[in-house]
């Protein structure tokens, strides 16, 4: 019986431990707040890729929003613009920003009121299917911070 035990225990800590190390990890992850009316929100965050293979971001969900899409804010002719990206990389052994003024996780259709300091749960899915659960902070920010 202390036997089997230890053995759970064992293997349960072995496969976080390698989780832990072979995986992207996310920093600083927050939401835009936006005007009440406004239903469109903007998403930033740091993406860490600590593996030895490229990790590509495919999709994004929340709870809170209706619909999620990767991107890209260009200048053009001194007017934003914004491009759909289809998938977003996050290079070996490197990282990938989404910020004000580039990338960005655009969320459509906010469900639910949202204020300074809440936190939103977001699911981002890779191409190898894994699927990791992160939480925004709602954050005010200047106005030089523009999509
Ligand atoms: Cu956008």
Same mark, same amino acid.
């Given at each position: 019986m202390m036997k089997k035990r230890l053995l759970i225990f064992l293997i349960s800590f072995l496969s976080f431990s390698a989780l832990a190390e072979q995986t992207v990890t996310t920093e600083n992850a927050w939401l835009r707040? &936006?005007?009440? /009316?406004? =239903? +469109?929100?903007? &998403?930033?965050?740091?993406?860490?890729? @600590? /593996? #030895?293979? *490229?990790? +590509?971001?495919?999709?994004?969900?929340?709870?809170?929003?209706?619909?999620?899409?990767?991107? =890209? /804010?260009?200048?053009?002719?001194?007017? !934003?613009?914004?491009?759909?990206? #289809?998938?977003? +990389?996050? @290079? !070996?052994?490197?990282?990938?920003?989404? =910020? @004000?003024?580039?990338?960005?996780?655009?969320?459509?259709?906010? =469900?639910? @009121?949202?204020?300074?300091? *809440?936190e939103v749960k977001l699911t981002l899915i890779f191409k190898n299917l894994e699927r990791q659960e992160i939480t925004a902070v709602v954050k005010k920010s200047s106005n030089e911070n523009m999509q």
């Amino acid at each position: 019986m202390m036997k089997k035990r230890l053995l759970i225990f064992l293997i349960s800590f072995l496969s976080f431990s390698a989780l832990a190390e072979q995986t992207v990890t996310t920093e600083n992850a927050w939401l835009r707040e &936006a005007p009440p /009316t406004v =239903k +469109v929100w903007a &998403a930033y965050m740091t993406l860490k890729n @600590p /593996t #030895d293979q *490229d990790m +590509v971001l495919i999709d994004a969900d929340s709870p809170a929003f209706e619909n999620l899409m990767f991107h =890209k /804010t260009e200048i053009i002719d001194g007017i !934003a613009k914004m491009h759909h990206a #289809d998938h977003i +990389v996050i @290079p !070996a052994h490197s990282s990938f920003e989404f =910020k @004000p003024g580039e990338y960005h996780i655009m969320l459509m259709g906010r =469900k639910i @009121p949202l204020k300074e300091g *809440d936190e939103v749960k977001l699911t981002l899915i890779f191409k190898n299917l894994e699927r990791q659960e992160i939480t925004a902070v709602v954050k005010k920010s200047s106005n030089e911070n523009m999509q």
